[in-house]
């Protein structure tokens, strides 16, 4: 059976009245059946959030050795830090938080008996509580509730909640950084006191700066030597490179090790400096671009759109069953 235009306006002409009646009744049903009394309306809140670069402190501000760090404070996160951020924002402790302060149990009317209550509650949650990355590395915190202030006290509450995991978790490895500069920084500093303590001793057994020393006694010797052979002098000054050959060596032994671990422990105490820093003074880990506010107007369900697709779709339906009726009916009269 083939339908040209004409035949098509003329059956939708005969069967004008189905075909209005029909979507008419849609819509109205569908404009009914989305009003409060019948499905409770949704209410939509928006964070905006632009991870950080960097949340060390010492990294961003202090000096590196000689030189300043790259390294810029106020720079937005890229592609990695995003997803560190949706990783956090999705975590169990994040949800589980979220869940005690606002008893979304109840909040949800997920009662206790319910068998999979949790598995209940975990679903309605990730329904109505979505995160994703924009196209401008940011991250989007979306909550939809029935109650505006609830959704946008949740939203912010996230936002909040995701910061401080960010910033405790990095706070728990400086300061386990922080244990390990500081252990060495006081091996260091007791070495260099030991050695010291050595220089000491051979200091008060005459040996002072071994190199001059030696140059000194061996020119007065040899003048001694010359003017006095056997006098006192020669034994006295003899005496003293004596001693200076038997501490000699471990004297510049000493001297040379304590020079590099002085310059060691100058190094440690830089960074245990740094690393107290990053311990002792915590930056939010975020950049909050919009704050969640109550909605004005719901989100869902759209009750104009849910009439107008509800007559729409009504309107097709009812075409194609009159289409299918009448070829049944002319097929079945030209076989007869």
Do not use: C
Not at 4 to 25: A, D, E, G, H
Not at 83 to 98: F, H, I, W
Not at 266 to 280: F, G, N, P, S
């Amino acid at each position: 059976m083939e339908f040209n235009s004409t035949n098509l306006f003329v059956l939708l002409y005969k069967w004008r009245k189905p075909l209005i009646i029909v979507p008419l009744i849609a819509a109205v049903l569908a404009y009914v059946f989305t009003r409060p009394m019948f499905i409770k309306p949704l209410y939509k809140s928006t964070v905006i959030l632009f991870p950080s670069t960097t949340n060390s402190p010492s990294k961003a501000l202090l000096p590196q050795g000689n030189t300043f760090s790259n390294e810029d404070i106020l720079e937005f996160g890229d592609e990695q830090q995003a997803e560190q951020l949706l990783q956090l924002l999705n975590s169990g402790e994040l949800r589980d938080s979220v869940v005690a302060k606002f008893d979304l149990m109840k909040h949800y009317h997920i009662s206790e008996n319910t068998k999979f209550k949790r598995t209940s509650l975990f679903k309605r949650y990730a329904s109505n509580i979505s995160y994703r990355r924009t196209e401008f590395m940011s991250v989007e915190i979306e909550v939809l509730d029935t109650d505006a202030d609830t959704a946008a006290m949740i939203a912010n509450e996230i936002a909040r909640l995701a910061d401080n995991a960010r910033r405790r978790v990095q706070h728990t490895r400086a300061s386990m950084g922080l244990a390990i500069v500081k252990a060495e920084y006081d091996r260091i500093k007791q070495e260099v006191q030991a050695t010291q303590d050595e220089l000491t001793e051979l200091r008060y057994k005459g040996v002072h700066d071994y190199e001059t020393q030696s140059a000194v006694l061996s020119e007065q010797l040899a003048v001694a030597m010359i003017s006095n052979p056997n006098g006192k002098a020669v034994d006295a000054i003899q005496t003293k490179l004596d001693t200076l050959a038997k501490y000699g060596g471990k004297y510049v032994a000493l001297r040379d090790e304590n020079g590099l671990m002085k310059e060691e422990e100058m190094k440690l105490k830089i960074k245990y400096e740094q690393t107290k820093v990053d311990v002792e003074q915590q930056m939010p880990t975020t950049f909050k671009v919009d704050t969640a506010f109550p909605a004005e107007r719901k989100s869902y369900p759209q009750g104009l759109l849910v009439t107008i697709i509800a007559a729409f779709s009504a309107f097709i339906f009812t075409l194609v069953v009159i289409l299918i009726g009448t070829s049944i009916k002319q097929i079945k009269a030209s076989q007869s």
